[in-house]
């Protein structure tokens, strides 16, 4: 993979950065920026050789329209702001003549952020025009978007192969950084799994098994096991279709399931109760959901992630948009950060999962907290990324 040293930077050479500010807004207002603090790093590179800077991202799923609640506009001002540099914030559409002009008379180490590229039909339809169009717009191609990079469009796959090309900061971190896990990670290698939904992490579990010492559940994830073993879970989150995915998986000795589970009513914090799982055949009434793991399952977790030299982890253990439910989350991520850099590698990811690992301010304690949900998990999974492949 080319990085950011192979590529000639000159006063005034335009660089089409792809970013991904796919970030929660409500009413116009940014909710989180770590996403793009985290490409800072990158665009400021680029600045101190004084290259014409053009942002590139997409934001939600416009479906090719152009959708005001979905423009990037807040985003360019935040960036600004960020940087103390003037970002102008460009709305003509990539192809459209008086955006060409206007990043032409761009002046040397300044910045523009183009519009949402989703508003355009041609970003997700893999279009080649509408690549084309977008490199009219530069001289050279960067990518920084790794939690873009499991997809195949115009800007990520078709815009390389038109410009000399390479990885930004960031991309070339998140490579290096789950690189050591998928090929010889430090034995022994403990995966915690949680979420929701097996089938998208199924693949992960499958491939990192094999060098993993243990696997450990939780989150609605482990719900589908419960089922499978013939528990019955009230009202609980889960998915009737990967039931049977489950019990293939119970076989095998890596897999931990949780000792204890809180159950509860989401909205009524006062619900939540303990129950141990072996005691009777019913785990929650109907009514009521499993929502965290308990006080054993963190107590023995936290002996595992102990014991492991390479700690990964994709996707809460309950349900962490209440707090009352964040416990178990909360707890082993503290264990997580506090063995990481030293005794352990530890790497997280996951959009809910680095929320609720933020919420803990630990975050700088862990060696890699990855921008990518999608992306880190088809990376995982073993995976070659077209967005990656192709910066080769
Ligand atoms: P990530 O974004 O970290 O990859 P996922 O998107 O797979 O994780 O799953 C996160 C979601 O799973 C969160 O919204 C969380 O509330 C939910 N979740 C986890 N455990 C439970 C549970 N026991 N019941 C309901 N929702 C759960
Ligand atoms: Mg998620």
New binding site residues.
Partial sequence: MKTLKDLKIKSGTKVLLRVDYNVPISNSKLQDAWRIIQTLPTIKYLLEREACVILMSHLGRPGGMVKKELSLKSVAEYVGRKLRVRVDFLESLPGEADLKKHIHSMSPGTVVMLENLRFAPGEDAADPGFARALAELGQVYVNDAFGASHRKSASITLLPKLLPHAAGLLLEQEVQMLGKIVSRPAKPMVLLM????VS?KIGVIKNLIKSAHKVLLG??LA?NFFAAMGYSIGN??YDKKEVALAKSLLKQKKIFLPYDVVVGVPGKPRSAKVVVLGDKDKLAAKGE????IGPLTINRYAAAIKEAATIVW????????EPQFSHGTAALMRVLAARSKGKAFGVL??????EALRRTKMEDMVDWVSTG?GAMLEFLEGKSLPGIKVLS
């Fill in positions: 949680g979420g929701a939904k998208d989150g609605a719900n609980s989150l959901a499993i929502l965290d994709n996707g809460p253990m309950g349900y962490t948009e990811g996951g959009g809910e999962s680095v949900g």
